[in-house]
């Protein structure tokens, strides 16, 4: 069946520091790729998307690159701030439109 | 404010008790999902429904019942809780084919 696999956490940077989140998946067909965040004590939020390979999803200073020949969608940021503190998952959509998530990654930025 | 809320935000309750998760979107989704989120497991699809009176089974279905009378209500029930239920609760809506799901804030259940 459909997986994703993104790096355990949880990452502590410094504020300004470059933020890499790998995110893997196995899938049949041509899946949709995501990044959600979620903020404490609230629900995910979308963060990017990208529908087919080669597309890169941006959002707020987050970048992430379909990679269909590494089945990778790993998640970055040049400089990450205190208020990017979060949890952020990777997810894939397939043909039946449901979504199934990594595990999560915590994210804690220093100032 | 259009949006997806769901209710109550936290609930403690006891083992064999029944009790139901409301979720109620505004934005008439087709789509309506409920999630369950563990340490250790990320979120795990419990139910979904393509449209009132249809639904059907996620990843992990036993123990709940879910009912899709009207399109904006999609309610979860725990018919005899047990402690092993005790999570928190995301329900989630969609408007159509590769649109982005949205998340409600979440219902904290415990069960003691």
């Known amino acids: 069946g459909n997986s994703v696999t993104q790096m355990e956490g949880p990452v502590t940077l410094s504020e300004e520091a470059f933020l890499t989140i790998n995110c893997t998946y196995t899938a049949t067909g041509y899946p949709s790729l995501f990044w959600y965040v979620q903020y404490p004590g609230e629900g995910l939020q979308l963060l990017l998307k990208a529908t087919k390979a080669d597309d890169k999803g941006s959002n707020k200073g987050f970048e992430a690159t379909y990679r269909k020949e590494t089945t990778s969608f790993h998640l970055e940021k040049g400089s990450v701030q205190v208020s990017d503190s979060a949890v952020y998952f990777c997810a894939l959509s397939d043909r039946s439109e449901k979504l199934v998530f990594g595990k999560g990654t915590k994210l804690t930025v220093n100032p | 404010d259009a949006g997806i809320t769901q209710s109550p935000r936290y609930k403690i309750t006891e083992t064999g008790r029944q009790v139901t998760l409301m979720c109620h979107q505004t934005w008439s989704h087709s789509y309506m999902f409920w999630y369950r989120q563990d340490l250790g497991h990320g979120l795990r699809l419990i139910y979904y429904?393509?449209?009132?009176?249809?639904?059907d089974k996620g990843e992990v279905p036993d123990g709940y019942v879910v009912s899709r009378s009207k399109t904006e209500n999609f309610p979860l029930t725990l018919e005899s809780a047990t402690r092993s239920q005790t999570s928190v609760y995301f329900c989630a809506s969609r408007a159509g084919d590769s649109q982005p799901q949205h998340f409600g804030d979440g219902t904290r259940l415990s069960i003691l």
């Open positions: 429904s393509a449209a009132a009176d249809i639904t």
